[in-house]
């Protein structure tokens, strides 16, 4: 049966709990690059119906943003038992009549400009967004920064390594699992937290270099700070 749909953060309160966590000014000192954009997508078993990003730049607020996505498509997309609603509780008709991809694509390329993109296993938010930038013939290769192996990394011994569990073992709590901007923030928090509370200074570095990929997804992104 599908799970009641979890209402997601709005974008002014999730820009309220980032500056009240100080992430800026905590992700600043950390051996992190000065552009990151925390990006999360929800979707259907073929298509992208909601995304939300977080961009941190160095000497700047938050930036947040988040929009549903509507597919576009009659049919068999638009039945319930493709729509992975037991996951995040999205339906057909609260995507509908919102922005497609293709009017948000050149939002999302901007955001992600001379940005490393950290999502928890980011190959996942990789994938769809290459799919869908490739359906408009727009090629897309972005440098990222996964969580899910730097968790394992560093909490070796929690059963699992979900976000929602990392979230637990860190003392803060995603205020809505399973959606875009929920995840998002959750993510950010997370992120920081490993590295607060798990890494020596000394390791730091080291740890996000082996969770990070070069823009072509394939090797170990070279940068330090």
Same mark, same amino acid.
């Given at each position: 049966?599908p799970?009641? =749909?979890?209402p @997601?953060?709005?974008?002014?309160t999730a820009f309220? &709990?980032? #500056?009240?966590? !100080? ?9 992190l690059?000065?552009g ?11 298509? /992208?119906?909601? /995304?939300a990003?977080?961009?941190?730049q ?6 947040? &943003?988040t929009?549903?996505?509507d597919?576009?498509? @009659?049919? &068999?997309?638009r039945? #319930?038992q493709?729509? %992975? ?5 999205l =339906?057909p008709?609260m995507?509908r009549?919102?922005?497609s991809?293709?009017q /948000?694509?050149g939002?999302v390329r901007q955001?992600c400009?001379?940005?490393t993109?950290v ?5 996942f ?13 727009q090629?897309? !290769?972005?440098?990222?920064? @996964?969580?899910l192996?730097?968790? !394992?990394?560093?909490l070796?011994?929690?059963?699992d390594?979900r976000?929602?569990?990392l979230a637990a ?6 205020p ?7 995840d998002t923030v959750?993510?950010? &928090? ?5 590295l607060?509370?798990?890494a020596s200074s000394?390791?730091r570095a080291?740890l996000?270099r082996?969770?990070?990929?070069d ?5 170990? %992104?070279?940068?330090t700070?």
């Open positions: 049966m799970q009641p =749909t979890v @997601d953060v709005d974008a002014t309220w &709990w980032l #500056q009240q966590t !100080r992430v800026a000014a905590r992700a600043a000192v950390l051996p690059p000065s990151l954009l925390f990006l999360d997508v929800e979707t259907t078993r073929n298509r /992208i119906v909601e /995304i990003m977080v961009r941190l160095t000497g700047h607020h938050p930036w947040v &943003w929009t549903y996505v597919p576009e498509s @009659d049919g &068999w997309m039945t #319930q493709h729509w %992975n609603t037991s996951i995040h509780g =339906t008709n995507v009549g919102h922005p991809f293709a /948000i694509a939002t955001a400009e001379g940005a993109v999502a928890h296993n980011v190959a938010e990789r994938r769809w967004l290459v799919s869908e930038m490739g359906s408009l013939g090629p897309w !290769r972005f440098p990222t920064l @996964d969580t192996p730097l968790a !394992r990394r560093l070796p011994d929690l059963d390594h976000l929602d569990t073992a860190l003392d803060v709590r995603n809505a699992p399973h959606r875009a901007l929920g959750t993510t950010a &928090w997370v992120l920081l937290g490993l607060e509370r798990h000394a390791d080291g996000l082996d969770a990070s990929r823009r072509d997804g394939s090797r170990l %992104n070279p940068w700070r």
